[in-house]
């Protein structure tokens, strides 16, 4: 069985700083990782992905991850957030075997502050 | 192109009342998922239909809840009768379904939030 724990509930932080949210996995099988993010009554939109390949992924919005198979690690990162940016951020994890079916973990509120 | 069409956007309903929830999903995407959401957790996987065939409803609490996608594109979600625990957010999302890797992205809908009373 796979899982995924999303280290920090609540991430505070200013604009123009640069942000980091924290994504650990558990599997014993090969996985692919994804970050999503949520607005306010909306579904959830994907960010970036990991399939294979280079380790450092890039996403929309100036988002990048880093997948650190050793750690079992896909942390979030952004160089500088905007107000934008405020919203829920979910880390999933999917099998290779059932590329489709993803567990996902519990959300990050991410809250950018002027 | 079109997305992940869900209805109706919200529900009320007293506990013990049932409760139905439609989703469209993109067109030609051949897989199609149900999520509950609630409030502080991460979606979590109810049913994933492959065309009309189910593929994993292994979270599915098959006592209350039912889905079905007849004619392997719209679906219903069912819930007879509803429990306080299941106001949620309900997600539906589709995918093209192809097992190769960089296809089987998901798109999801708005959701429609259920409050039960």
């Known amino acids: 069985a796979q899982s995924v724990t999303q280290l920090d509930s609540q991430v505070p932080v200013f604009e123009e700083a640069p942000v980091e949210l924290r994504c650990n996995y558990s599997s014993s099988v090969s996985v692919y990782l994804f970050w999503y993010v949520q607005y306010p009554n909306q579904g959830l939109q994907l960010l970036l992905k990991?399939?294979?390949?280079?380790?450092l992924v890039k996403g929309i919005n100036g988002f990048e991850a880093e997948f650190n198979k050793s750690q079992t690690s896909f942390h979030l990162r952004k160089p500088s957030v905007h107000i934008s940016d405020t919203a829920e951020y979910f880390c999933?994890?999917?099998?290779?075997?059932?590329?489709?079916?993803?567990?996902f973990g519990d959300g990050t509120t991410l809250t950018v502050k002027p | 192109e079109a997305g992940v069409a869900q209805s109706p956007r919200y529900k009320i309903i007293e506990k013990r009342q049932s409760v139905a929830f439609w989703c469209n999903p993109i067109s030609g995407h051949a897989t199609l998922y149900w999520y509950q959401q609630i409030l502080g957790q991460g979606p979590k996987l109810l049913i994933q239909f492959q065309n009309n065939g189910v593929v994993d409803d292994s979270q599915l609490p098959k006592d209350r809840f039912s889905a079905e996608r007849l004619k392997g594109v719209d679906s219903t979600l069912k819930i007879q009768p509803a429990k306080l625990e299941d106001s949620a957010v309900y997600l539906c999302a589709s995918s093209l379904g192809d097992t190769s890797k960089a296809k089987n992205i998901q798109y999801f809908g708005a959701g429609t939030r259920l409050s039960v009373l």
């Open positions: 990991y399939l294979s390949g280079s380790t």
């Open positions: 999933a994890v999917s099998m290779d075997t059932n590329a489709g079916k993803s567990t």
